[in-house]
Nanobody, 120 residues
Framework: QVQLVESGGGLVQPGGSLRLSCRAS????????MGWYRQVPGKQREWVAT???????NYVDSVKGRFTISRDNAKNTVYLQMNSLKPEDTAAYYC??????????????WGQGTQVTVSS
């Protein structure tokens, strides 16, 4: 069984930094696109950043220049380095990945979410 587990959330002051991690585990053959989303209660989940298997990267405009997405394929892990955090970055952050299992079946998976709160 494949699962994604995030870590690294917490409380940080405006202007501070946090690094989120998301590790995939289970019967994995390969991992394609990986990404991060965020959600505030009462609002739709918002796409934040994507990193493709070939290394191409995209960001939502609101985080460009502040957030950096990266991946370590040997560790089946995607990261989100968040700098210059603002109160409006407060949300639950979710990782997402397209994963092919050992049986050759490709599914889209979500992590359980990790809370990021930016407040003084």
């Amino acid at each position: 069984q494949v699962q994604l587990v995030e870590s690294g959330g917490g409380l940080v002051q405006p202007g501070g930094s946090l690094r989120l991690s998301c590790r995939a585990s289970g019967s994995i053959r390969s991992i394609g696109t990986m990404g991060w989303y965020r959600q505030v209660p009462g609002k739709q989940r918002e796409w934040v950043a994507t990193i493709f298997s070939g290394g191409s990267i995209n960001y939502v405009d609101s985080v460009k220049g502040r957030f950096t997405i990266s991946r370590d394929n040997a560790k089946n892990t995607v990261y989100l380095q968040m700098n210059s955090l603002k109160p409006e970055d407060t949300a639950a952050y979710y990782c997402n990945a397209d994963i092919t299992d050992v049986y050759g079946i490709t599914r889209n998976y979500w992590g359980q979410g990790t809370q990021v709160t930016v407040s003084s």
